[in-house]
């Protein structure tokens, strides 16, 4: 597939930039963005001081305001003027690609049980390995602990969950909306990236071979 192709070569495959790079010449590439990278450090900085998600997102809010846009190729903005969220926080924190990687979900066709995958990225790291794996850690603790942390795995069962993918080839994960059915049951919403952070936490620590 060109899409896991491109993502072996070290390269993104198509999207936006997370929060803190910019796309570079080459397609599918990243660059740091000087301007935005210290908010990214910020994030995992106060993360590994001890700051819960909850407690992250007000510093950043009396630090920083809002979310910067983000820059697309052309130039134009996207994004951006909102608080940071607790939920915003983790998404960052979640994201391996801050410290070198780049991933792919995949399927098996005959149980479509999906995988994650990682490969070395092209681009360079805003933060270590080590502080990745010490800030997931962290959000996973909090979670056994119960600190006012939202249920992380979710029950419901998505029939076209490992089927369904985005224009650029990837999986479509699955959440709840939170909105109320004609019985008054309200849907919790779901979080799944935590559980893929997770997953590449124990492939990375796995021995070679």
Request: proline share 5%.
């Given at each position: 597939?060109?899409?896991?192709?491109?993502?072996?070569?070290?390269?993104?495959?198509?999207?936006?930039?997370?929060?803190?790079?910019?796309?570079?010449?080459?397609?599918?590439?990243?660059?740091?963005?000087?301007?935005?990278?210290?908010?990214?450090?910020?994030?995992?900085?106060?993360?590994?001081?001890?700051?819960?998600?909850?407690?992250?997102?007000?510093?950043?809010?009396?630090?920083?305001?809002?979310?910067?846009?983000?820059?697309?190729?052309?130039?134009?903005?996207?994004?951006?003027?909102?608080?940071?969220?607790?939920?915003?926080?983790?998404?960052?924190?979640?994201?391996?690609?801050?410290?070198?990687?780049?991933?792919?979900?995949?399927?098996?066709?005959?149980?479509?049980?999906?995988?994650?995958?990682?490969?070395?990225?092209?681009?360079?790291?805003?933060?270590?390995?080590?502080?990745?794996?010490?800030?997931v850690n962290l959000l996973k603790s909090y979670n056994k602990e119960g600190h006012n942390y939202?249920?992380?795995?979710?029950?419901?069962?998505?029939?076209?969950?490992?089927?369904?993918?985005?224009?650029?080839?990837?999986?479509?994960?699955?959440?709840?909306?939170?909105?109320?059915?004609?019985?008054?049951?309200?849907?919790?919403?779901?979080?799944?990236?935590?559980?893929?952070?997770?997953?590449?936490?124990?492939?990375?620590?796995?021995?070679?071979?």
């Open positions: 597939m060109k899409y896991i192709q491109s993502l072996k070569n070290g390269y993104m495959c198509g999207g936006v930039r997370p929060l803190g790079y910019i796309s570079g010449a080459k397609p599918g590439s990243a660059i740091i963005d000087k301007k935005n990278a210290p908010i990214i450090k910020d994030i995992f900085k106060f993360c590994l001081e001890g700051y819960r998600p909850s407690e992250i997102a007000n510093e950043m809010n009396f630090k920083h305001h809002t979310v910067p846009a983000r820059k697309l190729r052309d130039g134009s903005l996207i994004g951006g003027g909102k608080s940071f969220s607790e939920n915003y926080i983790r998404t960052v924190i979640l994201n391996p690609f801050y410290c070198g990687y780049v991933y792919a979900t995949l399927a098996n066709p005959n149980s479509l049980q999906v995988e994650h995958e990682l490969f070395d990225g092209k681009h360079d790291a805003i933060i270590t390995k080590e502080e990745w794996q010490k800030a939202p249920q992380i795995r979710d029950t419901g069962k998505y029939l076209l969950k490992g089927v369904l993918r985005c224009n650029c080839g990837s999986f479509m994960s699955a959440a709840s909306t939170g909105k109320v059915d004609d019985n008054g049951e309200k849907y919790r919403a779901s979080e799944v990236r935590i559980e893929l952070a997770f997953f590449f936490q124990k492939k990375m620590s796995r021995p070679n071979g």
